[in-house]
T-cell receptor, first 113, second 111 residues
Framework: AQSVTQLGSHVSVSEGALVLLRCNYS??????LFWYVQYPNQGLQLLLK??????LVKGINGFEAEFKKSETSFHLTKPSAHMSDAAEYFC???????????FGTGTRLLVSP | NAGVTQTPKFQVLKTGQSMTLQCAQD?????MSWYRQDPGMGLRLIHY???????DQGEVPNGYNVSRSTTEDFPLRLLSAAPSQTSVYFC??????????FGPGTRLLVL
């Protein structure tokens, strides 16, 4: 069965600092991996996705993630945090296609001035 | 396009009451699904459908029923609400093999 683990339920950064949100996956087959963002009282919005093409994936709002098979990781990064990045971020996996997503428990990103 | 719409936005039920959470999409997506979001647990799949007339169970289907009579609509029914069903419910849709789009959610409180 596929699963993802997100380390750290809360991450705090200063505005302008590097953002690093961690996600490790478990999958018996090559996975499809996703990062979604949820702003307060809203639904989920896709940030980026890995579908076995390039291992470095660029998403919206300056975020990117790198698929590392040897480390079973798909960490999300952004070079410089902005106040508007404050939200909850979810990593998700699916064994094939884009359906039946299995989500991690989420990481809340707090950005201070 | 309105995208994925959900009604109501917020609902309070008493234990044992029934209700239907509505989900509609105007993108002609074949795939629709329901998730529930609970603190510290992320989102978990309740039921999904790959087309009209076809539904299947996800990870946490107990206490919920679904049907898919049209491509556009995928209602979620709670036959006898329990406090454990207090949650935020999200509907999502997509073309088969494509990225899912999520609705704004329904916040449900069962007393």
């Amino acid at each position: 069965a596929q699963s993802v683990t997100q380390l750290g339920s809360h991450v705090s950064v200063s505005e302008g600092a590097l953002v690093l949100l961690r996600c490790n996956y478990s999958s018996s087959v090559p996975p499809y991996l996703f990062w979604y963002v949820q702003y307060p009282n809203q639904g989920l919005q896709l940030l980026l996705k890995y579908t076995s093409a390039a291992t470095l994936v660029k998403g919206i709002n300056g975020f990117e993630a790198e698929f590392k098979k040897s480390e079973t990781s798909f960490h999300l990064t952004k070079p410089s945090a902005h106040m508007s990045d404050a939200a909850e971020y979810f990593c998700a996996v699916t064994p094939s296609g884009f359906q039946k997503l299995v989500f991690g428990t989420g990481t809340r990103l707090l950005v201070s001035p | 396009n309105a995208g994925v719409t959900q009604t109501p936005k917020f609902q309070v039920l008493k234990t044992g009451q029934s209700m239907t959470l509505q989900c509609a999409q105007d993108m002609n997506h074949e795939y629709m699904s329901w998730y529930r979001q609970d603190p510290g647990m992320g989102l978990r799949l309740i039921h999904y459908s790959v087309g009209a007339g076809i539904t299947d169970q996800g990870e946490v289907p107990n206490g919920y029923n679904v049907s898919r009579s049209t491509t556009e609509d995928f209602p979620l029914r709670l036959l006898s609400a329990a406090p454990s069903q207090t949650s935020v419910y999200f509907c999502a849709s997509s073309y088969l093999g494509e990225t899912q789009y999520f609705g704004p959610g329904t916040r449900l409180l069962v007393l």
